[in-house]
């Protein structure tokens, strides 16, 4: 809705809700959304923003000779349209520009709304960075009194913070200190969640139960609900929500009545739940409600309302088809004679709807004073008088280039006084008084619901008396007032009397993780045996879980799959060796000790496998010690095999003949005989005096035994790694230095670079062995054994099964000699 003046107010609401967004292709300007489900009290929010304008346009006191205009957008409830809308406000919508110079004011002053928290938060966020105010009608998140987030956001109803400690209010008066708590999936449920506990806790009550309700109403989530509700000691239930329809279905389909219901601003009013069915479980509801207000000549100028045929005012034609379930467009003639085309001469006062209710006016009542304090604001820039205002050098505002910044400035201290007799007036951080009416639910004559004020909570009350209420108009469904403590404590919890509070005597606190209580009303919990834990009731022990690497788990399998897949590949490249064994790359390369460091790779390979599996004694005490031997017999053969390679190129010189003849065949297996048996020995003191056996580990989670090999010593098994670590440092030191050695199939190259996988992996090994639980440390040890065994594999034997299979033409004698 659209109409001109000196200055635009812009508006958002709720007047429809937009099911489908439009699919946003970013290639396209985006359609426009069609939005369905038309709110009559919504609309009629919309309707008072253009009944206050117009009535401060006939107002000679305020704002003389300036004629306010607006512009209103819906949301849609939706944060896409909310955005979009607010953007197009605050810029325009205008696609070329006459002006270039940017003067005159901007194309709105403010904006009356958004209604939603989460909304609100989003457009504030950006409208902040030029502070362009921004007065919301119903917007509560205490989130929004941030002022260094949302600089330029003020709201005529009161923060979430005031509206906890006004229920809380309510909650001490009538000595209700163990309660349960229910909140929505939003901006608005969890930052009312935060505040209401830490209020809780100042007033020295305890919340028996906190529940999220779900957004998509997923009906799993309902029934937990419902079942924790069922269950609990609290017979007080707090609801911050604005959707409680599935939960209240629910809970009647189950018969949970007895509660003592207290809503929040969010659905004390709301009329869906207000009907005969939810009689038994929400009867004497007691909630608190935006204050109620009237404001003189709203119905008239409501029932007046006709359509016209400007675009910008499009909303009313879908309002008029709504109300009187006729169409403007008619489409065959006999839509015509059945009367179901609409003349835009209907009768507005024959009609009976939210939106002609003025009898409750809250939310309308807080658009009205919105719109009252941007017009205060602009008035009081006005009176402003040059060398005496408040910005630099005393200066005033310019109206004719007025800028948003300075009207926030105003806004911040307006001051005034409604026609029904309410002070509006913002605090520092943009909130309003913060005023509520307490309401309370009623049966009717026919068996639904009417909702009563029997009291107000008012924050700056100066008698000090915040709470005021007529107890003898309140309506109870059930005797909340005699106690809301547990009588009986169900198993699996203990009864524990709460000291200095006379009126909950007892609370019934749940067990501990692994303790028990099998009767009803004990007064402690019992701890579950060593190899036992707790049920999820708490009620009886239960075996616990066993947990080992299995050959059945996908881990288990990986690692099993990978070791075998090791194993074969060195056995297929001994059979190529094989094959070629007398060929220049297989002799130059000192086949015996190849194919010894094949073997000693194939048995890395494999003890692998006595990680996995069930940890019996047998494959503790050997799984290290296998590891162990079969790793020192591959380092040793590569320590060999380099010491020959330097041994070899010494000999070339004359001076150094003498030195080839320390590693013949016989001294070299002697070498790797010696240097594996000083392993066996460190393996034989460590198995006789300290063996590794199965043990059942707790530690790591207790409610599982994670089920290890225990290494016995840490002595042994620490000298066991180090002494691997010696031999294969010794061999990457010996390697690096003879990398350099003239020949074209470099051999010590290739150990250089394998050495340092190996010791790169072990390094890494350490840290990761000792911070990870369970499992989880054997896996990290078997995947150092495949990764350096891998690493060894390739780098070794990579190059020269490349040349043997895929050129063969490198295989001779003067390519391997090369100068």
């Not at 309003?432 to 009563?452: C, E, F, K, Q, T």
């Not at 990680?611 to 050997?622: D, E, H, K, N, V």
């Not at 470099?746 to 050495?755: L, V």
């Not at 040890?781 to 490198?810: D, M, T």
């Amino acid at each position: 809705m659209y109409q001109d003046g000196d200055f635009i107010i812009g508006g958002l609401f709720e007047v429809q809700h937009l099911k489908n967004f439009p699919e946003l292709t970013f290639r396209a300007e985006p359609e426009l959304p069609q939005c369905e489900e038309f709110y009559m009290a919504s609309f009629q929010q919309a309707l008072t923003m253009v009944f206050a304008v117009n009535e401060i346009n006939n107002n000679n006191d305020l704002l003389p000779n300036i004629t306010l205009g607006y512009q209103i957008y819906d949301n849609c409830l939706r944060l896409g349209v909310a955005f979009r809308a607010a953007i197009s406000l605050v810029s325009g919508t205008e696609e070329s520009f006459s002006n270039l110079n940017c003067i005159g004011p901007p194309p709105v002053i403010g904006i009356v709304g958004d209604p939603g928290s989460t909304q609100s938060i989003a457009i504030s966020s950006v409208l902040g960075l030029f502070r362009i105010p921004m007065v919301s009608y119903y917007a509560t998140c205490s989130c929004l009194s941030d002022r260094k987030k949302y600089p330029s956001f003020f709201r005529t109803i009161p923060s979430d913070a005031f509206q906890v400690r006004a229920m809380v209010q309510i909650l001490r008066h009538f000595g209700w200190t163990w309660v349960g708590l229910l909140y929505s999936d939003d901006d608005y449920g969890i930052y009312a969640a935060q505040s209401f506990h830490q209020e809780m806790q100042l007033f020295g009550g305890c919340v028996a139960f906190s529940e999220i309700l779900p957004y998509d109403n997923n009906h799993k989530d309902i029934q937990r609900i419902v079942r924790v509700i069922r269950t609990s000691t609290a017979k007080v239930v707090v609801a911050f929500s604005t959707d409680l329809s599935s939960l209240m279905d629910e809970l009647l389909l189950q018969n949970v009545t007895g509660r003592q219901w207290i809503a929040s601003e969010a659905w004390t009013t709301t009329p869906i739940l207000q009907t005969a069915q939810y009689l038994p479980l929400l009867g004497g509801t007691l909630g608190i409600a935006i204050r109620r207000g009237q404001i003189q000549g709203l119905h008239d100028f409501l029932i007046r309302l006709h359509p016209d045929n400007n675009p910008r005012n499009s909303t009313i034609k879908i309002f008029w088809e709504t109300i009187f379930g006729c169409k403007f467009e008619a489409l065959d003639e006999q839509q015509e004679q059945d009367g179901t085309k609409c003349l835009g001469q209907e009768d507005l006062s024959s009609t009976e709807t939210a939106y002609t209710d003025v009898s409750e006016l809250r939310a309308s009542y807080n658009v009205h004073k919105a719109v009252y304090a941007l017009a205060h604001a602009l008035h009081d820039l006005m009176q402003c008088e040059e060398g005496r205002g408040p910005f630099s050098g005393n200066s005033c505002a310019d109206i004719t280039n007025l800028k948003p910044w300075q009207l926030v400035h105003y806004l911040q201290k307006v001051n005034f006084t409604t026609g029904f007799g309410d002070q509006v007036s913002f605090d520092d951080n943009g909130d309003a008084l913060a005023i509520y009416d307490v309401m309370n639910w009623h049966p009717r004559s026919d068996g639904s619901i009417i909702v009563h004020t029997v009291g107000v909570v008012n924050e700056g009350a100066t008698t000090g008396k915040v709470l005021t209420l007529d107890e003898d108009a309140l309506y109870w469904n059930f005797e909340t007032k005699k106690s809301v403590c547990s009588e009986s404590c169900p198993p699996g919890t203990r009864r524990a009397r709460r000291k200095g509070f006379p009126v909950c005597c007892f609370d019934c606190l749940p067990c501990g993780d692994g303790e028990i209580s099998n009767t009803t009303n004990s007064p402690e919990c019992v701890m579950c045996p060593d190899d036992f834990w707790s049920n999820p009731e708490n009620d009886h022990c239960v075996p616990k879980e066993v947990e080992f690497l299995s050959y059945e788990d996908p881990l288990g399998i990986s690692l099993t799959t990978a070791s075998l897949l090791g194993t074969t590949f060195c056995a297929l490249v001994m059979v190529i060796f094989a094959y070629n064994c007398n060929t220049p790359v297989v002799r130059a390369n000192n086949s015996e000790l190849s194919f010894l460091l094949l073997l000693s790779l194939k048995l890395c390979f494999l003890c692998v496998l006595l990680f996995i599996g069930r940890p019996q004694l047998w494959t503790c005490q050997l799984r290290h010690a296998v590891f162990g031997i079969s790793f020192v017999l591959c380092i040793s053969s590569i320590l060999v095999k380099t010491m020959v390679v330097i041994a070899v190129f010494k000999s070339s010189r004359p001076e150094s003949k003498s030195a080839i003849k320390w590693f013949g065949s016989a001294q070299q297996r002697g070498t790797v005989l010696a240097l594996t048996s000083t392993q066996v020995a460190i393996c034989t003191v460590w198995l006789s005096t300290a063996s590794p056996a199965p043990h059942k580990n707790n530690q790591y989670i207790h409610s599982k035994i994670v089920y290890e090999c225990a290494v016995g010593s840490v002595v042994g098994f620490s000298v066991l790694l180090g002494y691997i670590g010696l031999l294969a440092a010794v061999s990457f030191l010996l390697a690096f230095m003879a990398r350099k050695l003239p020949d074209n199939f470099n051999e010590a190259k290739f150990i250089t670079f394998s050495m340092l996988i190996f010791c790169a992996v072990w390094i890494t090994f350490v840290p990761a062995y000792l911070s990870s639980p369970g499992k989880y440390a054997v896996a990290v040890e078997i995947f150092a054994i495949l990764a350096s065994s891998f690493g060894l594999l390739v780098a070794i034997f990579a190059p020269k099964c490349y040349i043997i299979i895929l050129h063969p033409e490198k295989n001779t004698k003067k390519a391997i000699m090369g100068r």
